[in-house]
């Protein structure tokens, strides 16, 4: 079986998926790049890619951890999808290809994968890639000690052999069809990290890895900087230096953009459609806007006793309009959303129909659930008022908006709220991971394959995993253990479909939209191009004219 015919079984974002909204097209991707702003570039268009040059990028959260078993939130990712590599990754067009390995093989029907390495991958101490690496990443991956959201993948595997410095062939005892998604995620280095310890080790911070980039400096609370691997196999990237700076308020980081301290963010709808407009940004700026591969929500603790009814949290969903979320927060740029897939993927369920905003219905069955309105307008039972925090993370003025519309809607019904934001690393470390939370408003980025088991199996419900509400739903396990389990893509849509089914009737989250990515790179930058993927697939690529270069290693 050939990778390719393989990979169209198992990838949920093929390019149709991005076609689903009109913005969401490779053509639209960039859209609001005018004629004068291909001709400003034009002088440099036809020269070759040069070395050198430095992006600084804003990011308000810092990372977490640098060994990415161990991270989950996206400031940790975004770093080490540069710092280290996979046997596989996903192209421009959302397909999986060959990467640190040089022979695919999918045997036995896909139940047993053979891979061979490229010899000579080096991480960034000297020492060789191997696929020795490769079985201890699956072993340190399995081991419950381990405290990782991403074990299941590596557990699927029946047995796992090393055939030689550089082959390794993994089986399965039956079809799993995340099985190729399992080799697009990192190796880690067994010569570094084999007695560390991984809550302690100072390889957390300092990490050792093979990609196009290795750490420089983490400054904490600052930034984080990353310079070019001259020994990265897949060739020198063409910017030297990418520097993570850490701003935590999206409107400080806007100025900081403007100032010229920045040279890439992701623009709030606000400032992409309003404060971006004009001569400056166009002659300095390209701005792109598609839809996203992810979703925000309302995610609830189960385990709490206001959010143990159903009924409870479908009250709460006919209580919130949709659309003025969509014009409030987003100013247009996104759409809602039923469930925990992105809107025109094959895999997102067309058929189910929202709930209606419908307050009066929602305060009906509240009193139907023992809510009594009291003389301050707050509901009660039991004595005790309807009254909860959502958690949210600093810098974030999309989600921070978003909460108080929530916040004023359920109010009309009864239901108080306060809003209270933390700093990222500790929001996820302390309040998240360890469920001390009434609600949070976050989002999810959607992989590229269906299975979200992780996040929704009741075996994830403990402390450090993503399914961190405590759902736990026994024909939601049948569906998400089908799904895996399946090739068959018509099998795997109706098994989602109906998952879907389930949690829009329970409402473990209340799904509110998917918005539009909305990046904003300076026009120094050469060779982006848009496509499914977005606009960084091909960021090694990305270089800068020697006489726009602010920083070169070379010099």
Same mark, same amino acid.
């Given at each position: 079986?050939?990778?390719k015919y393989?990979?169209?079984?198992?990838?949920?974002?093929?390019?149709?998926?991005?076609?689903?909204?009109?913005n969401?097209?490779?053509?639209?991707?960039?859209?609001?790049?005018? @004629?004068?702003?291909?001709?400003?570039?034009?002088?440099?268009?036809?020269?070759?890619?040069?070395?050198?040059?430095?992006?600084?990028?804003?990011?308000?959260?810092?990372?977490?951890?640098?060994?990415?078993?161990?991270?989950?939130?996206?400031?940790?990712?975004?770093?080490?999808?540069?710092?280290?590599?996979?046997?596989?990754?996903?192209?421009?067009?959302?397909?999986?290809?060959?990467?640190?390995?040089?022979?695919?093989?999918?045997r036995?029907?896909?139940?047993?994968? /053979? =891979?061979?390495?490229?010899?000579? =991958?080096?991480?960034?101490?000297?020492?060789?890639? *191997?696929?020795?690496?490769?079985?201890?990443?699956?072993?340190?991956m399995?081991?419950?000690?381990?405290?990782?959201?991403?074990?299941?993948?590596?557990?699927?595997?029946?047995? /796992?052999?090393?055939?030689?410095?550089?082959?390794?062939?993994?089986?399965?005892?039956?079809?799993?069809?995340?099985?190729?998604?399992?080799?697009?995620?990192?190796?880690?280095?067994?010569?570094?990290?084999?007695?560390?310890?991984?809550?302690? *080790?100072?390889?957390?911070?300092?990490?050792?890895g093979?990609?196009?980039?290795?750490?420089?400096?983490?400054?904490?609370?600052?930034?984080v900087?990353?310079?070019?691997?001259?020994?990265?196999f897949?060739?020198?990237?063409?910017i030297?230096?990418?520097?993570?700076?850490?701003?935590?308020?999206?409107?400080?980081?806007?100025?900081?953009?403007?100032?010229?301290?920045?040279?890439?963010?992701?623009l *709030?709808?606000?400032?992409?459609?309003?404060?971006?407009?004009?001569?400056?940004? @166009?002659?300095?700026f390209?701005? /792109?806007?598609?839809?996203?591969?992810?979703?925000?929500y309302?995610?609830?603790?189960?385990?709490?006793?206001f /959010?143990?009814?159903?009924?409870?949290?479908?009250?709460?969903?006919?209580?919130i309009?949709?659309?003025?979320?969509?014009?409030?927060?987003?100013?247009?740029e996104?759409?809602?959303?039923?469930?925990?897939?992105?809107?025109?993927?094959?895999?997102?369920?067309?058929?189910?129909?929202?709930?209606?905003?419908?307050?009066?219905?929602?305060?009906?069955?509240?009193?139907?659930?023992?809510?009594?309105?009291?003389?301050?307008?707050?509901?009660?039972?039991?004595?005790?008022?309807?009254?909860?925090?959502i958690?949210?993370?600093?810098?974030?003025?999309?989600?921070?908006?978003?909460?108080?519309?929530?916040?004023?809607?359920?109010?009309?019904?009864?239901?108080?709220?306060? =809003?209270?934001?933390?700093?990222?690393?500790?929001?996820?470390?302390?309040?998240?991971?360890?469920?001390?939370?009434?609600?949070?408003?976050?989002?999810?980025?959607?992989? @590229?394959?269906?299975?979200?088991?992780?996040?929704?199996?009741?075996?994830?419900?403990?402390?450090?995993?993503?399914?961190?509400?405590?759902?736990k739903?026994?024909?939601?396990?049948?569906?998400?253990?089908?799904?895996?389990?399946?090739?068959?893509?018509?099998?795997?849509?109706?098994?989602?479909?109906?998952?879907?089914?389930?949690?829009?009737?329970?409402?473990?989250?209340?799904?509110?939209?998917?918005?539009?990515?909305?990046?904003?790179?300076?026009k120094?930058?050469?060779?982006?191009?848009?496509?499914?993927?977005?606009?960084?697939?091909?960021?090694?690529d990305?270089?800068?004219?020697?006489?726009k270069?602010?920083?070169s290693?070379?010099?």
């Amino acid at each position: 079986m050939c990778l390719k015919y393989f990979t169209h079984l198992i990838i949920v974002l093929t390019l149709s998926a991005f076609l689903g909204c009109d913005n969401s097209n490779p053509q639209s991707i960039g859209k609001e790049k005018k @004629q004068s702003e291909m001709s400003a570039q034009g002088e440099f268009m036809n020269n070759d890619p040069v070395p050198g040059g430095r992006i600084i990028m804003g990011t308000t959260g810092e990372p977490s951890n640098l060994i990415p078993p161990l991270a989950t939130d996206s400031a940790s990712s975004d770093i080490n999808n540069n710092l280290y590599v996979a046997p596989l990754r996903y192209n421009k067009d959302i397909e999986l290809e060959k990467w640190a390995a040089e022979e695919l093989e999918i045997r036995d029907e896909g139940k047993s994968i /053979f =891979i061979r390495l490229l010899p000579g =991958i080096k991480w960034t101490d000297g020492e060789e890639l *191997t696929a020795d690496d490769v079985l201890f990443t699956y072993q340190l991956m399995i081991d419950p000690e381990t405290p990782t959201a991403y074990a299941q993948d590596y557990l699927a595997i029946s047995d /796992f052999k090393v055939l030689d410095r550089y082959s390794f062939e993994v089986t399965y005892d039956q079809p799993f069809a995340r099985s190729l998604v399992t080799w697009a995620l990192p190796v880690l280095p067994r010569h570094v990290l084999e007695n560390e310890d991984l809550l302690n *080790t100072p390889y957390s911070r300092n990490p050792v890895g093979a990609g196009a980039y290795r750490l420089h400096r983490w400054d904490a609370g600052r930034q984080v900087i990353l310079r070019a691997n001259e020994d990265y196999f897949g060739g020198r990237p063409n910017i030297d230096e990418l520097v993570y700076r850490v701003v935590p308020d999206l409107a400080t980081m806007f100025l900081e953009l403007k100032a010229g301290n920045l040279d890439m963010m992701s623009l *709030t709808p606000q400032q992409h459609l309003f404060q971006t407009e004009g001569e400056y940004w @166009q002659d300095n700026f390209q701005k /792109f806007s598609y839809l996203a591969t992810g979703y925000t929500y309302l995610g609830y603790n189960l385990k709490h006793p206001f /959010f143990s009814s159903v009924r409870v949290r479908q009250a709460m969903a006919l209580a919130i309009d949709k659309e003025e979320l969509i014009k409030g927060v987003l100013l247009g740029e996104g759409v809602p959303t039923i469930g925990p897939y992105v809107p025109g993927t094959w895999v997102y369920n067309e058929d189910i129909e929202d709930y209606p905003y419908d307050p009066e219905l929602a305060l009906e069955i509240l009193r139907q659930q023992g809510w009594e309105m009291n003389r301050n307008g707050v509901l009660e039972k039991d004595g005790i008022p309807f009254e909860f925090t959502i958690l949210t993370n600093q810098g974030n003025d999309l989600r921070v908006r978003a909460a108080t519309i929530l916040q004023y809607r359920l109010a009309q019904v009864g239901i108080k709220i306060r =809003i209270r934001t933390v700093e990222w690393a500790t929001f996820i470390r302390e309040f998240v991971d360890k469920g001390r939370f009434d609600a949070v408003l976050l989002g999810w980025s959607t992989a @590229q394959d269906p299975d979200i088991y992780n996040v929704w199996h009741s075996s994830q419900a403990k402390e450090n995993g993503l399914n961190f509400v405590h759902y736990k739903n026994e024909r939601v396990d049948e569906l998400l253990e089908t799904g895996r389990r399946n090739f068959d893509r018509e099998v795997r849509k109706k098994a989602y479909h109906e998952l879907q089914e389930i949690l829009h009737h329970d409402q473990p989250y209340m799904f509110l939209f998917t918005s539009n990515a909305l990046p904003v790179v300076h026009k120094r930058f050469m060779g982006i191009e848009p496509a499914p993927a977005g606009i960084m697939h091909n960021f090694y690529d990305w270089w800068v004219p020697v006489q726009k270069q602010k920083f070169s290693l070379q010099r």
